[in-house]
């Protein structure tokens, strides 16, 4: 039986490797490799194509929160929310600013913080120095903008800006109009990914985007000079060529990921809520990033672990674990507030196989052999979508 991985980026790329080629030939061609046309033409094509604002390429995803954070003069002394469920990029930028990281829970169904605990957060000590919300897209869901901007007003807390981050929610529509800064990543296996690391930042604000500009390249004034203390984010000419590439195929690939998942949900709907597993609720402009179940048997912490064990070693199948430590449960980034959601998904999540070009025969094998590691067994409904075909 072949190995079925988490994500497979030799397929996604392999009918674009001619392309690509001769992409990198022009670039190696101009001798010009980083901050240059491509980067520039880049920076335009995929602020337009996420909503509008100005788009400004960056090292990394991380150096783009840290970035859009520093540009809204966030620092010691001050406060930024977040939620502890996602990737530890997020609470890093904000602790690298010289800020504290406030961690937020998240709701049961949708997974993205929630607005009803950010109210609370709002009314506990230290609150004052709240200076900026990063709501994360996670998985590919848009987070609650409207939720959290109506918290904010009702507590009369314009003052507190949004950032949103959309390293998992690229092509999700208008996301960049839901938030002052928009960041992204494109660490290889995202939605639209480079060919190693990169970053992007959108801003609504021209003030906010030429301020991020002077940063990511040492905070320079001009050649010789620097006006404050930045760093070297800046971004790859090559990369910038493949990204052009890959951006035209995003939407369709956004599409084929959105046909993945009720795939799935068409296979295993019949198990959804009802014992072991939970299926993730859809939502609108969602992009499936991820296909993140949740494995539930009572009390037992331990089922999903052995569950991905066996769908590996059994099955030849990867799977994921996003996210199986929150945050706040790692030594640097301790909490006081009691986040009992965050911290029951992490012992229950686990993401399935999920990637443009994936066809629904392996969407079958997957959800067979899920039954299987739950004992759902009872002849599986067929996808009535020509079997083999790639989606
Ligand atoms: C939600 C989230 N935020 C931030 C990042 C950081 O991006 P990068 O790995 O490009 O620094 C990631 C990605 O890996 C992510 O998933």
Known sequence: MAHLPLVDLKRLHEPLARELGDAFARVLA???????????????????????????????????????????????????????????????????????????????????????????????????????????????????????????????????????????????????????????????????????????????????????RGLRNHGRAGKHSVSEIGLNSRFDEIQAAALRIKLKHLDEWNQQRRDLADAYRERLGRHDGAGALRLPADAPNHVHHLFVVQVTVGADSTVRDRVFADLRDKHQIGAGLHYPIACHQMPPYPTSRALPVTEHLTDHVLSLPLFPGMTLDEVDRVAGALEICLDLRAPGTRITTPRGARL
Not at 130 to 146: F, M, Q
Not at 167 to 172: D, T, V, W
Request: hydrophobic share 40%.
């Open 30 to 212: 101009s001798g010009s490799y980083h901050l240059g046309p491509e980067t520039e033409a880049f920076e335009a094509e995929f602020a337009r194509h996420e909503g509008g604002g100005e788009g400004i390429c960056c090292g990394s995803g991380s150096d783009a929160l840290f970035l859009a954070l520093r540009a809204l003069d966030i620092g010691p002394g001050h406060a930024v929310v977040t939620v502890s469920n996602s990737f530890m990029a997020t609470p890093e930028s904000i602790v690298r600013t010289g800020a504290e990281v406030i961690f937020c829970d998240v709701g049961e169904a949708s997974r993205t913080l929630d607005p009803a605990d950010l109210a609370q957060i709002l009314e506990e000590p230290g609150a004052e120095g709240i200076k900026a919300v990063i709501p994360i897209h996670l998985y590919g869901r848009r987070a609650d903008v409207a939720g959290i901007d109506a918290v904010l007003q009702a507590a009369g807390r314009q003052d507190i800006k949004l950032i949103g981050d959309a390293a998992q929610a690229h092509g999700s529509p208008g996301v960049s109009q839901d938030t002052t800064l928009t960041c992204y990543s494109f660490y290889p296996a995202k939605n639209l990914g480079a060919l190693g690391d990169g970053g992007f930042v959108i801003a609504q604000n021209s003030r906010h985007a030429a301020r991020i």
